[in-house]
């Protein structure tokens, strides 16, 4: 199956970083620690002849020839995927290009959901001139701004709605887990898994509904976004599956260099035993679909929307001895069913459109009437 | 010219109908209206409903009074939570960096390839920066600009969160006390 052209949300916060990481060349790369660490520790041993071509200026290039995954930050770019979402100052949403539109996505309680922006929107114009012709770099940085300033944006809702938003930029730090309401229900939304964070903010959430039930019960679907949710932390999302099945089911076998294989179980621990709806679309990725895969393999949750990206391998960061760090992929994840999602994806158990997948007013519904028809 | 007794008549006819209105209140209703409501009792029930309109409007004033003093009340709680949730952070901020200490030593007296060494080394560090986002966020919820159901349940978000954390630092702390021993 081919890849889909959409790839990953990039967070407006990041797409400096991101860009100096993937060019990061020049003096000063510790190139033969590098080439030392694929040889003795990547999933796949690399080719002598790649780990030779490996030079600081093509880095990003050698890198990904290598292993696509594999990413070099320079020591000051670095940010662990541990620490999660940093406050961010600025309109308070993600840019998500896809095909020939550029999505803005909102963080609930950000300056754009303040300013009415509830769901995803296709932005058109930025202070009254179109984003035709502009890079995504350019967007971006007509979007920034510091604290108490403000922008004019033209948008087109997933249904075809125009309108424009004033929004105040301010500083803001993004919740671990969102509670979105769209309509009657509430949905609770992860962008990424951070280890020892994501699952007791998802768990705090699912109690904060039953707390302010607002005619919701306990018999109702949890619903659970991870259209944009791009992975994290692996064990993070294997905790999360295992809230919803029984101590010692399997979660996933990690398969290592030379065919090492363990096999995780779920441990002992909360079971949250309401019926379960996952939204997944291409933007759904590693961490994120591997969650989607195991709970669809143990008949636990409902998968509603599009086929995933299709990465089912786990990386890890190797602090250099310069500070510097490499991330690479080290291990394999199998499913409880023994499949391999990369390349691949996550198939939806009801697939929709993608006009529907992007109108959670719509989505929702074609869920809660999907978790019917079992 | 018609006669001044004519003009009288036209004059007193006009006046008649200016006050013949049919309010009965005597600010508005002009003296026919207001002879009509003194004499059938409209005035007196006019007064009636203006008392039990006043009634009304102090019963709503009371009820957005108690309303008011509800939402302090929860506004003072709310603060209270927080404060205490920030000083459980605080002390485990302290117990963290006290075990990190520990680790830094155990390193050097343990053998570190000891799988518990390396997973001191790799997790306790990370508590230790979650836990000081913690603060953070706490620190930053008051005036956050969050609207009340999001800065509730951030607040809930994050107990969750400290309490999890919590949790990893006693089994780290009983891990390395272990390896002390």
């Known amino acids: 199956m081919t890849r889909r052209r959409t790839r990953g949300v990039r967070t407006l916060a990041f797409l400096t970083a991101c860009a100096f990481a993937l060019t990061a060349g020049g003096a000063g790369v510790p190139l033969d620690e590098i080439r030392q660490v694929l040889r003795e520790q990547a999933l796949t041993a690399p080719a002598e002849s790649r780990l030779r071509d490996l030079d600081a200026a093509n880095l990003a290039i050698g ?5 696509p995954a594999a990413r070099y930050f320079p020591r ?43 769901d995803r929107a296709r932005l058109r114009t930025i202070d009254g001139r179109s984003i035709a012709g502009l890079s995504l770099d350019e967007i971006a940085q007509r979007l920034r701004g510091p604290a108490g300033t403000r922008v004019v944006v033209g948008i087109e809702d997933a249904a075809g709605g125009a309108r424009r938003l004033t929004i105040e930029r301010r500083s803001f730090r993004p919740l671990d887990v969102e509670l979105v309401q769209p309509g009657a229900h509430r949905i609770l939304r992860v962008r990424e898994f951070v280890a020892g964070l994501t699952r007791p903010a998802l768990l705090a959430t699912v109690d904060f509904i039953e707390n302010t039930g607002a005619g919701q019960s ?15 932390d692996l064990f993070e999302a294997l905790d999360i599956a295992a809230l919803f099945l029984p101590e010692g089911a399997q979660l996933a076998t990690l398969a290592a260099r030379g065919g090492v294989t363990k096999t995780i179980r779920a441990p002992a621990g909360t079971d949250l035993e309401q019926p379960l709806i996952l939204l997944i679309g291409p933007g759904t990725a590693s961490a994120a679909e591997i969650l989607a895969g195991i709970l669809r393999d143990h008949g636990r949750a409902r998968l509603v929307g599009q086929t995933t990206y299709g990465k089912c391998d786990s990386q890890t960061d190797v602090r250099l001895s310069d500070g510097s760090v490499l991330r690479f992929t080290n291990r394999a994840v199998r499913l409880p069913s023994g499949e391999h999602c990369s390349g691949v994806g996550i198939a939806p158990d009801l697939a929709v459109d993608t006009a529907t997948l992007n109108d959670l007013s719509r989505l929702v519904p074609r869920a809660i009437g999907a978790i019917h028809e079992r | 010219m018609k006669s001044p007794i004519a003009w009288s008549i036209v004059l007193f006819a006009l006046w008649l109908s200016g006050c013949a209105s049919v309010s009965t209140d005597p600010r508005e209703g002009g003296l026919a209206g207001g002879i009509k409501g003194l004499s059938t009792g409209a005035y007196d029930a006019r007064i009636q409903e203006r008392e039990d309109r006043l009634a009304v409007l102090r019963q709503v004033q009371g009820e957005l009074e108690t309303e008011r003093a509800d939402l302090e009340y929860t506004k003072a709680q709310r603060k209270q939570k927080v404060a205490a949730e920030r000083a459980r952070v605080r002390r485990m901020n302290r117990d963290i960096a006290a075990l990190n200490q520990r680790v830094d030593s155990l390193s050097v007296s343990a053998n570190r390839n000891d799988q518990r060494v390396r997973t001191l080394r790799t997790r306790v560090p990370q508590i230790q920066s979650q836990s000081a986002r913690l603060q953070s966020d706490l620190d930053a919820l008051e005036g956050s600009g969050l609207g009340d159901t999001e800065a509730d349940l951030k607040r809930a978000q994050l107990e969750q969160q400290r309490a999890s954390l919590q949790s990893e630092y006693d089994l780290l ?9």
């Open chain 1, 218 to 232: 306990e018999q109702d679907p949890i619903i659970l976004d991870l259209r944009d949710a791009t992975g994290g």
């Open chain 2, 173 to 181: 702390n009983q891990m390395s006390l272990d390896l002390a021993r």
């Open chain 1, 63 to 67: 890198l990904q020839a290598i292993d």
């Open chain 1, 76 to 118: 000051a770019l670095y940010r662990s995927p541990n620490q999660g979402r940093d406050a961010m100052s600025g309109i308070g949403a993600e840019l998500l290009p896809s095909g020939d539109d550029l999505w803005l996505l909102p963080f609930q309680g950000g300056a754009a959901a303040t300013a009415g922006l509830t």
